[in-house]
């Protein structure tokens, strides 16, 4: 009865753990909930940019707006890529969505073919490998180096590619990871998609939560030579997850970008279009970079969390880790050798039942070993450190 796609189809960031957690919560016991990069649950509010213009405009959102999306918050998304460095797009390479999980279901269902591959990073965003498996896509994984603060490997991704090979996903800045990666990284990849004829999926939702002015390169402002969606939104660098607002662009040569842009328009005319009161806020969101920047500049409270955070982590005897430069998100490895747990998940699992605190186990981003876990750096500074008190005292009873 039940559809054989599902079969693979997963995610620990909503998994069994994650209800675990509710059923914890229903019997009266207090969780802290660190697997979702969630803003609004720990108290990050909505920009006041935000909240004016969608209250004041609330009739403007009630009729079905187009296929792609308004046409002013798409000449928004377009002047924000531009300034990136990204060359010929117009309104018309933009669709608008219901945040980055419908991008990826527009694009991946206008470009999957039974059976085509899709390189995709390990450790890896599992909405991605979810979306390839549904459309009946092969998820192929080329591998990212702790030792070099999780890059993409190159010879990898080389090593992956058939001639059932569709395309090549980054993420950058990454998720897991909180990696950013360089330019010289970027290219490599970007000359190896011109070679191949291969398209490149690059998912920049954080590029906005870059700490320490650390420089960030759009993949697609490399040239104009391959065939490259961006995808980004205002969810996590505004702080409104739930009003689900992401979209795509579309660059690269003309002919290949006008037969995409075609497919795309079937797929989305489906869902008729997206969130129409979030899209009023999109051009006044872009320009309120304030916002923004008052979370990640040395007085912010993203940037003091992560401080902390890692802070405590290096604490920590057991626990080895490369400090995120984006985002908020930490992606530790647990030393199993020395301490008694089978795996990342029985890790994750004790730490749920006898900490209440709940993470994800790297094998839910397809790591590939089985001794890493995801922390959201988003509760304040001092829930932040007593969480990792928590995990040492963990490591410290189950020590071999």
Known sequence: MISTKLKEVHSDIRGELYHMALEMERNGERVLKLNTG??????FKMPESIKGIITGNLDMSTPYCDIKGMTHSREAIKEYHSLKGIEGITTDDVFITNGVSEASHLIISALCSEGDEFL??????????????????????????????????????????TNKTKAILIINPN?????????????????????????????????????????????ASIGND????????LSKSHSVCGLRSGWLVLSGPEDKK??????????????????????????VALKDSAYTDGMINENGRLYIQQKAL????????????????????????????KYDFESDRDFSNKLLCEKKILVVPGSGFYANDNSHFRIVGLP?????????????????????
């Open 38 to 43: 969630n803003p609004a649950k720990f108290g």
């Open 226 to 233: 391959v065939l490259t969606v961006t995808f980004n939104g």
């Open 258 to 283: 006008k037969e995409l842009r075609s497919a795309l328009v079937t797929v989305a005319s489906i869902r008729l279009c997206s969130n129409a009161l979030m899209q009023l806020a999109i051009p």
């Open 380 to 400: 304040e500074e001092n829930d932040l450190r007593n969480a990792v008190k928590s995990m040492g005292e963990l490591l410290l009873k189950y020590r071999k």
């Open 120 to 161: 995709m990073p390990s450790p890896c965003y599992s909405l991605w490998v979810n979306m390839v498996r549904l459309a009946g896509g092969k998820a192929v994984f080329y591998d990212c180096d702790e030792k070099q603060e999780w890059m993409p490997e190159i010879e990898s991704i080389k090593n992956k590619i």
């Open 175 to 219: 998720n897991p990871t909180g990696t950013v990666y360089g330019n010289d990284v970027l290219q490599k990849i970007y000359a190896l998609a011109k070679e191949k004829n291969l398209i490149i999926l690059s998912d920049e939702i954080y590029d906005r939560l870059v700490y320490n002015n650390l420089p960030f390169t759009s993949t």
């Open 310 to 337: 890692c802070a405590e982590l290096e604490k920590t005897e057991g626990i080895t880790f490369v400090r995120n430069k984006a985002s908020f998100y930490v992606f530790p490895k647990i030393d199993l050798v």
